[in-house]
């Protein structure tokens, strides 16, 4: 796999001397197919001259181009680490220079180093890693996706099949050692039928421009939260069967890897943002396909890791947590079957919070889709979610424009056999029917709440809201004094703490036969 000898250039940068008084020691990354270089604020990237089936950086020209173009990519989502190509040169003397005038004799990724402490899979272990980024990560990949570039020449149901083909190759090489039988025989056949399934629909997504040049590795370890930012790096250049994927296959890798971390909230929050800044909802149809795959390649690249290990103590542990990625995978295929919950109310009676707890804990990982009537207005009147809308924007022409956009979005995700979770007053019947007439149409459990509270808890509730996406005020608690809770809705009180009020909700829930996680 190794094709030239790279050993002089790995000494020159591992002298501290190459990269000047500010660098006192050099510390080392190494991966398969890499070697990082940590020099004071820099970091160095050589990528070792080897070839495999799935990467080529055997030559010198071609390393080049890779580094090329691992920056160019990288560079639209996180310009503060990526600062360019740098040679390393032989100088007149037969020395070896960094960027002199001398002869290339290899190429390097120029970096700013950062923490790694800050890596996102790092504070996850810490438990430091916010629900709060997780919005933020998500809309830096939406916005990351837009800007891709198309490849109607990749993808659809044949560029799964690849990913598909991979895995069970690699099952099979791995045997009964480490994926003993029925469970792989049984992946292999549902995954099987979950692409044969979803063949048409990948192809159309295809067709219709989803698969575009994307990340292709988008796993925490590739995330960094810079000055509070979470940063996605190290976008895959080397491969276009890993990175001209389906833009949702390309997010599951994320969604995946928080659920297997039992972070499901970051998971349903982030899957959330990003459909709502996408609209890709049609897309949920396919997503038990792509995170089962994903936590495939997982099982695959922990077996990998354990049959190149010369320790049997490290060896085992890899395999138990391939075996659990072979699980998972099994389990995102034979998701539960979607439902429609509302959660209605007054101001003030918990409704968003109640609403976003839930909705990680119902229907298919990583959750239901939660449809929030107060963000929809905001994104109909096209104005950022915390910005304060005037009146004109609460007509009932406005309102009826809302619920008419939750209703739609609602009956495309059941249609995808994904759960929903709508949050809004429902103070009108007829808020409340249209909800019902969803359901009934799309063949779905319905199960509607109103949380009830009394006027002191409400009014003291709205007066303590800093930065929210609620426009309600006093007076707007009082207009709503004259909503009767309806009779068809199963009523909760809200009048303790968001904890207990969630608690109580999961409980209608289970009661209806809706069990949560």
């Not at 960027?99 to 290339?104: L, S």
């Not at 990003?274 to 396909?289: F, G, I, Q, V």
């Not at 439902?339 to 976003?356: D, E, F, I």
Request: one cysteine or more.
């Amino acid at each position: 796999m190794v094709k030239e000898d790279q050993s002089e250039v790995v000494a020159f940068l591992l002298r501290p001397g190459t990269h000047g008084p500010e660098a006192p020691r050099v510390d080392l990354i190494e991966t398969h197919s890499a070697m990082v270089f940590l020099a004071g604020d820099r970091a160095l990237k050589l990528k070792r001259a080897v070839l495999y089936d799935f990467l080529d950086f055997s030559t010198i020209e071609r390393r080049r181009q890779c580094c090329e173009a691992e920056v160019a990519i990288n560079q639209r989502v996180a310009p503060g680490i990526y600062r360019g190509v740098v040679a390393v040169t032989r100088d007149a003397d037969g020395g070896l220079a960094l960027g002199g005038p001398g002869a290339a004799v290899e190429w390097l990724v120029d970096m700013t180093r950062f923490d790694d402490g800050a890596l996102a899979d790092r504070l996850a272990e810490r438990g430091a890693l916010t629900v709060m980024a997780m919005g933020a990560l998500a809309q830096a990949v939406a916005a990351f996706h837009d800007g891709a570039n198309r490849r109607a020449d990749r993808g659809g149901a044949a560029g799964m099949q690849w990913v598909v083909d991979g895995n069970r190759r690699a099952f099979d090489a791995f045997g009964d050692a480490v994926f003993p039988d029925p469970g792989r025989a049984r992946l292999v056949r549902d995954t099987a039928r979950a692409l044969d399934n979803g063949a048409a629909h990948l192809d159309r997504r295809r067709d219709c421009g989803y698969v575009r040049q994307c990340h292709g590795d988008l796993h925490l370890g590739n995330v960094v939260v810079l000055d509070g930012v979470p940063t996605p790096f190290d976008a895959v250049e080397f491969s276009d069967d890993i990175s001209a994927i389906d833009v949702v296959y390309d997010l599951a890798f994320l969604l995946m890897d928080l659920w297997h971390r039992a972070l499901p909230h970051h998971a349903n929050v982030a899957l959330n943002e990003y459909l709502r800044h996408t609209r890709d909802l049609e897309s949920l149809a396919l997503l038990p396909l792509f995170l089962s795959c994903r936590a495939a390649v997982r099982a695959k690249t922990n077996a990998t890791a354990a049959t190149l290990s010369h320790d049997a103590a490290a060896r085992r542990p890899l395999v138990t947590t391939a075996r659990q990625y072979l699980d998972l995978a099994q389990t995102f295929l034979a998701p539960p079957g979607p439902v429609l919950v509302a959660v209605g109310g007054r101001s003030g009676s918990g409704k968003s919070t109640a609403a976003a707890a839930l909705a990680s804990t119902i229907g298919a990982a990583p959750g239901a889709l939660y449809l929030r009537s107060d963000l929809i207005r905001k994104d109909l009147c096209g104005v950022a979610p915390l910005t304060r809308l005037p009146a004109a924007a609460y007509t009932a022409d406005v309102t009826a424009r809302v619920y008419a956009r939750l209703c739609h979005d609602a009956a495309v995700a059941l249609a995808a056999g994904h759960a929903v979770v709508c949050d809004g007053v429902f103070g009108e019947a007829w808020e409340r029917s249209a909800l019902d007439d969803v359901a009934r149409e799309s063949g779905v459990p319905f199960v509607p709440v109103w949380l009830d509270a009394p006027d002191a808890t409400l009014r003291a509730r709205v007066a303590a809201r800093r930065d929210d996406v609620s426009d309600a005020t006093e007076a707007v608690i009082e207009r709503q004094a004259a909503y009767v809770p309806p009779a068809a809705w199963m009523r909760v009180d809200a009048s303790d703490t968001a904890d207990i009020t969630a608690a109580r909700v999961a409980e209608v829930l289970a009661a209806r036969g809706v069990p949560g996680r």
